[in-house]
Structure formats: C-alpha cells, structure tokens
C-alpha cells in the first residue's frame, strides 16, 4: 500500500500538443518510435489557451427501498472529446461540411446528415519530455457546428463522438521517453504496430515524427486532395503544387496583394 500522498501523483505541465486525424481504415503508428506512417492529416493551429476534453456519460438506474433508493445498474452512455482549432486547414474544412465538392475552382457546400469520420489521435508533449500518444482504436464522429468569423481568428470548437469496437475498447495510449513500461496488462494494440521499413517511409515523406505544431499555410488556388477511403480534402497549393498555410499574424503591408513573411513550406505536420 501507498505510505506517502504522493505516490501515485500523476502531475504534468503541458508543453505542447497536437491533433491527428487519418480518414482512412488502416491506421498505423509505431510503437517503437511513435511515428505516423500513412495518411495523417493535422488539424491544424490551436488557440493557446484551448483545452482538450473529454466526457464520459455513465447513467443509473435506481431502486426505491424502504428506507430510501440505491442504484442498482448503470448504464454506459456517450464518449465525447471537445477541441479547438483555427479555421483554415484542409482537416477542418472538410469536417465543417464533409459533403462540399469544387468546381473550377468554386468551393460548393452542402448542408446534410453527412458527418466527417476518422481515426483520431492526440499529441501531448510535456515540460519533462515524456510524450503521451492517445489514439481511438475506431472512426470517431467529427461535427463542426459553430462559425466564427472575426478581426483576429477565432477558434471553433470540434465535437468527437468516440465509438467501441466489437471488442468493446475504445482507445489506445502510450508512452515515450519513459524508462520502464511497468507491469500493467495491456489490451492488443490494434493501431500501434512494428513497421519493419519505417526509415523507408520517412525518408519517402509517408511517415513523419509529430512535432505537436505547425509553420503558417499561404494559400493560393482550391485543389483537391484525395485522402485515403476517397475521402477529399479541399487544400491551396501554389503555382509549384506547393502547399502552405497563412499565419494569422503576416499582413498585407505593402498593398502588394500578398501576405508578407510567409512560410511557404509544403504541408506536412512535421514541417516546422
């Protein structure tokens, strides 16, 4: 038994996180290095004062006794994570309206039933450099509801229902930089896997270490990107295929009609 109130403390300073989304059916990680092979997709630019969360819903059911009520059952409801991200990136234009199609480089929407759905994995790097991966182990439900528009970018909020497998699991996590693995029983890894050619991939741009941020975007024309499961992301490239976001800090000083300061490298989460 615990002697000291201490042990057991699980107290962590966040020093950087990051958002993974793959479309896909077949994600893979590996579990050796914490690298993302295949088609990840970044979410993009968090507020820094946005919070990752989560909600579980677990209801009971009560029995009226004589000498007052107890719960008898309970009853396991919804799993739900909230998180922000700055309007802009291909990820989130797809989740705020997964049904929208261009056209001569028209951006059509479509308002329906249709939601985005994905694997999804979050990225937390701590003040200690442990490094924690989070992964739903099933495609999670991805809603963006709110729009926002302002003088300086404004978050919105993304709603993730999570889903059990028929194994009844719904997660998976890891750890890095930790020296034992200790002796907890764990579930088989469905997403964490041993990718013997990993250096192949990563040197071939397939698989890239997460840095948990990103450089700005510059955009340029609407092009389409085929994600994996046919799913299409809706991204700017440049007059080279190049594709790079905007910080929402560079302004148009000189009136010259482009962004000063830009970034333009591809746009690739790794890229910092």
Do not use: C
Not at 170 to 183: L, Q, T
Not at 193 to 218: C, N, R
Request: no cysteine.
């Amino acid at each position: 038994m615990a002697e000291k109130r201490t042990v057991g403390l699980d107290l962590r300073v966040l020093e950087d996180r990051q958002v993974l989304l793959y479309f896909g059916d077949n994600p893979v990680i590996d579990k050796a290095t914490g690298a993302f092979v295949g088609g990840w997709d970044a979410l993009g630019l968090e507020p820094q004062d946005s919070q990752h969360g989560f909600t579980r819903e677990v209801s009971s059911n009560n029995t009226n006794l004589t000498g007052g009520q107890t719960a008898t059952s309970y009853t396991a409801g919804a799993i739900t994570s909230a998180v922000d991200g700055i309007e802009g990136s291909p990820a989130m234009r797809y989740i705020e309206n997964p049904g929208a199609i261009v056209q001569d480089g028209t951006t059509y929407g479509e308002h329906s039933s249709k939601v985005a759905k994905a694997f999804v994995a979050f990225v937390h790097k701590y003040t200690s450099g442990l490094v924690r991966i989070w992964v739903s182990r099933e495609k999670a439900e991805l809603v963006i509801n709110e729009r926002t528009v302002a003088k300086d970018p404004q978050a919105r909020p993304v709603q993730i229902t999570y889903k059990n497998g028929d194994d009844e699991r719904y997660y998976e996590e890891r750890f890095y930089m930790v020296g034992e693995d200790g002796s907890v029983v764990r579930v088989e890894e469905k997403v964490f896997q041993d990718v013997e050619d990993l250096q192949a991939q990563i040197d071939a741009g397939t698989a890239f270490h997460p840095k948990a941020s990103a450089s700005g975007l510059t955009a340029m024309t609407v092009v389409e990107d085929k994600a994996a499961d046919d799913v299409t992301l809706h991204e700017y490239q440049d007059a080279e295929g190049n594709s790079a976001e905007v910080d929402p800090s560079t302004t148009d000083s000189d009136g010259d009609g482009a962004m000063d300061d830009v970034d333009a490298e591809p746009n690739n989460p790794a890229v910092q």
